[in-house]
């Protein structure tokens, strides 16, 4: 819901909707086919690539559009709203290499990328870390002038589907990322079957002595929590559009049934118990739409967002699982089978309540702001 994203070209906007809202159609079959047996719609997301509409923030002359926040928000948001796959963790990679990345890097990566013809993935969560990367057991050994890389990682979106994966490993110098193109000899990946995030190919990783060479280090060694840091406070709109365009989804197809289906000799939407559990849903909707594009514009603006960026995938988080809570109230047991989307759309949200940092991580960081200066808050 664009409640004031500052977009570079609103009309670009308005193309990008239509673009996505049309290959929705036009790949139906691929997205249902994929959704029932967990694998990648490699049709529908490259053809988002080909539409440039992957490539939101890597810049025009590597193959992008060139846009910001607001951008990578707007569509990100379209693609959950039509229920295609997932890009977020494609656009967390082009953030991730213009900001860290070498010109080599940048080269070799962010075409393919943007176009889709290469798959990104984020190794980072492990057995014993995902909240807190602490007890990260994943290492990466100096060997002559390449690294030896070994370790694995759990839940990783496209991790059965990519050709480069961001590898978060301990080495002597401390947490570090690291390019790992999966071709190379002692990777591995099993595919996993989640509730959730069933068009991502979520996979368990393998590295076992997988040798990279230096040029592979994503920024500099031990760097990798500022590398971490920069990106996360970006995605997590991303994770707030997400879950704004599932939220969106589940009303809109609820309202629509709602308001046709006759109890008795009223209409489901007659009743005003149902009417404000619309605007409930609506406001709280709206709200973290607004939170999430005032970040949106704060990041294009090159002004602190984390705090804000917080708040709009917590408020995000509370909306859509309102929304697709409340949405059963519409829709009855029409709405209790597979064939309709509400079940997959409340498991997806349950995901993104977890995934990209949970809500209880962005509560905590939210509190430390509010502790550290109340005045500066607005609260004094
Ligand atoms: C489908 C799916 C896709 C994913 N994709 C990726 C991916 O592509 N790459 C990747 O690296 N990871 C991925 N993840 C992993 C995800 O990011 C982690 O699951 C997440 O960071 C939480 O880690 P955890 O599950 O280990 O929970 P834990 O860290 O074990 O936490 C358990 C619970 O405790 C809560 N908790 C933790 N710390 C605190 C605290 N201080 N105060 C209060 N409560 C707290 C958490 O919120 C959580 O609810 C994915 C997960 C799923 C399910």
């Known amino acids: 819901m664009n409640v004031n994203l500052e977009l570079k070209d609103p009309e670009w906007g308005k193309r990008a909707v239509d673009t996505i809202r049309n290959i929705a159609v036009e790949y139906k079959d691929e997205i249902d086919d994929c959704l029932k047996n967990g694998k990648l719609p490699l049709g529908s997301f490259r053809e988002l690539g080909k539409q440039g509409l992957i490539g939101v923030v890597t810049p025009q002359e590597l193959g992008g559009y060139g846009g910001s926040a607001p951008e990578y928000c707007l569509v990100t948001e379209t693609i959950a709203r039509h229920g295609l796959p997932s890009t977020q963790a494609q656009v967390q990679g082009q953030i991730w290499i213009l900001i860290w990345g070498t010109p080599e890097q940048k080269t070799r990566y962010l075409p393919g990328m943007s176009a889709g013809t290469i798959v990104f993935s984020e190794s980072i969560s492990e057995p014993g870390a995902g909240s807190s990367l602490k007890n990260m057991q994943t290492t990466a050994k100096r060997d002559g002038d390449d690294w030896i890389i070994n370790g694995k990682k759990i839940h990783i979106n496209g991790g059965a589907a990519c050709d480069v994966t961001v590898v978060f490993a301990m080495a002597e110098e401390g947490m570090t990322a690291f390019l790992v193109d999966t071709r190379l000899a002692g990777f591995r990946a099993e595919v996993t079957d989640p509730l959730g995030y069933r068009l991502a190919l979520t996979a368990d990783m393998y590295f076992d002595n997988v040798r990279v060479p230096n040029s592979a280090v ?163």
């Open 218 to 380: 994503l920024g500099a060694p031990g760097q990798a929590m500022a590398t971490f840091l920069t990106t996360f406070n970006v995605s997590r709109l991303g994770n707030a559009s997400e879950l704004i365009g599932q939220a969106r989804r589940a009303l809109s197809d609820g309202i629509r049934y709602a308001k046709q289906r006759n109890v008795g000799d009223s209409k489901v939407t007659d009743f005003q118990g149902i009417q404000w559990t619309i605007a409930d849903c609506y406001s709280a909707l709206y709200g973290a739409s607004a939170v999430r594009d005032h970040a949106a514009n704060l990041v294009r603006q090159g002004k602190d967002h984390a705090l804000e960026s917080s708040i709009a995938k917590k408020l995000a988080i509370e909306a859509a699982e309102k929304s697709v809570n409340e949405v059963f109230s519409l829709v009855g047991s029409h709405g209790l089978y597979w064939d309709q989307p509400y079940g997959q759309i409340l498991l997806d949200v349950k995901t993104l309540r977890v995934a990209g940092g949970s809500l209880e991580i962005m509560k905590n960081f939210i509190a430390r702001q509010v502790l550290k200066d109340e005045q500066q808050r607005g609260l004094a």
